[in-house]
Structure formats: C-alpha cells, structure tokens
Nanobody, 121 residues
Framework: QVQLVESGGGLVQAGGSLRLSCAAS????????MGWYRQVPGKQRELVAR???????YHADSVNGRFTISRDNAKNTVNLQMNSLKPEDTAVYYC???????????????WGQGTQVTVSS
C-alpha cells in the first residue's frame, strides 16, 4: 500500500556530504514512522535514523552528530542529510515505513529499493 522511492546516493570522498531523499506514495503524516536503514554485504541491516509521526527522532550512535533525518510533509518526503562521511558509512541505504491501514491494526514494514552510498578514503 505504501511505495517508497529513494534517491541521492552516490560516490563521495571522506569528509563529504550527501543528502538522501525518500518519496512516499501516501501522505507521510499518516505513516506511523519512517526511517533509514543501511546494509553492507555479509552484515545485518541496521537502523540509521527514524522519525515518528509525532516528530520524535532517533539517530544511531554511529551517525549521531553527523547525520540528520528530517521530513517535508508537503512533499511527502523524508530526507537524510549525511555530513562528515566516513568510509565506514559505505552501504546500501534503504528507506523504511511502518504503517497500518487503520488504528489498532498491525504495523507492516515497507521498503524502498535502496540507494548505494560509497565513501572513498
């Protein structure tokens, strides 16, 4: 029911910046939570940042202070501003949405296709 499309990935030098965007097919104010995950081959997918419907934000310790999640309700997009990038940040980044069709219903995970971020040393 929710389609997510990421954009903004690419190749950058260490210390550089990228801004990832995730466009949702429904108004994001109706989505319980949206977030960004990343995954490196051979490793588990990890939560990078999340923003809840009420505006509360979470950032993983590994990116806190460097990455910032934000949203634009008018454009139905969630963004991830990534500054001071490190080679360790190299991964495929996935947009995620937690959504239920009705109050009290089960929350389901929806995923974008992923966008590659590569940070060179």
């Amino acid at each position: 029911q929710v389609q997510l499309v990421e954009s903004g990935g690419g190749l950058v030098q260490a210390g550089g910046s990228l801004r990832l965007s995730c466009a949702a097919s429904i108004p994001i104010f109706s989505i319980n939570a949206m977030g960004w995950y990343r995954q490196v081959p051979g490793k588990q997918r990890e939560l990078v940042a999340r923003i809840f419907r009420g505006g509360t934000m979470y950032h993983a310790d590994s990116v806190n202070g460097r990455f910032t999640i934000s949203r634009d309700n008018a454009k139905n997009t969630v963004n991830l501003q990534m500054n001071s990038l490190k080679p360790e940040d190299t991964a495929v980044y996935y947009c995620n949405a937690l959504h239920s069709g009705e109050v009290g219903g089960r929350l389901y995970d929806y995923w974008g296709q992923g966008t590659q971020v590569t940070v060179s040393s």
